[in-house]
């Protein structure tokens, strides 16, 4: 059979209909699985689809149906390496599962900026939404917010078990202590620890983490240093720490402050880690390539993306709730500790 369809666009459901003999409205039953056409009908325009190399338009059929087929990600901080490979791993899981992802960014903390972001997915005809809100405030603010279709929210903090199934979470408090304790199984009794900015919920609980395992330990502690995430600001401290010289390893509660104090370190021509061991967290993908090599404490984003997704369809498609696990990161040990030298 010879069709020929204008070369300038895509064949469409009436090209079909006009090839399989039928009206297009009897094309749409077929697209959406109608039980009243007949097997011989459908044979047919199933085969003018194929003739004419038709593609549906899934999108438009979703439509039809009331469905958007998008998924909202309400972010309140994208710029960070965590927030940042959430975002990425819930994209990958979403276009998996045939899905399009629509981020807005939370400008600001205010009560309206958040609203209006919420309502910039709502009228995108969204049929879920992620929320990843890392700082206490903004988190406190969407809790008063009213969110009317399916949602989850991606928190790190270990202690916060107890809101709910739409609640998912990396145990940082767990990833801090296997760092701290992987320290002080070397040997290591002088550790200070350079924390996050002290609004952000994951640098809170890395913070508990790293002062849990030192008390139980029985390993003395200072207090720890309250920093911004910037390697900048981790090498401006690591000069202010190397005045006084009283520690032996640094626990850092992300790559990007050790690496700061990496350079720091060797500005002064001290060894890494035969003056001083340094552990990171977030294993970024540049990690395995300071040198020495990051020991660090890992997190699973992709896995946690595909959690986000099948928790939000669960709920979407009506299958129930799924009860989500807590994700415990993982020790990477690479050259940047040993045993202090004493």
Known sequence: MSIEVPKARAPSIRDVARVAEVSYQTVSRVLNDHPSIRDSTRARVVQAMKDLNYRPNRAARDLSRGRSRTIGVLSA???????????AAIQDAGRDAGYLVNIANIAGDKPESIQGALDHLLNQGVEGIVVIAPQE?????????????????????????????RTLFVDQIAGARLATRHLIQLGHRRIFHLAGP????????????????????????????????????????????????????IFSSNDQMALGLMHALHDEGLSIPGDVSIVGFDDIPEAAHFWPPLTTVRQDFAELGRRCIAVLLSEIVGEGAVHPDTLVPELIVRSSTAAPSF
Do not use: C, K
Not at 198 to 225: C, K, S, Y
């Open 77 to 87: 901080s994208s710029a960070e390496y965590g927030p940042a490979s959430s975002i």
């Open 198 to 249: 002290q609004n952000w919920i994951e640098a809170e609980a890395r913070m508990h983490g790293f002062l849990v395992e030192m008390g139980a330990r029985d390993v003395p502690t200072t207090a720890p240093i309250l920093g911004d995430w910037t390697a900048n600001f981790g090498y401006q401290v690591g000069r202010e720490l190397l005045r006084v010289r009283d520690f032996t390893a």
């Open 137 to 165: 405030r903004v988190f406190a603010v969407l809790q008063r917010l009213s969110i009317d279709v399916p949602f989850v929210t991606l928190q790190s903090d270990g202690n916060r078990g107890n809101r709910g199934n």
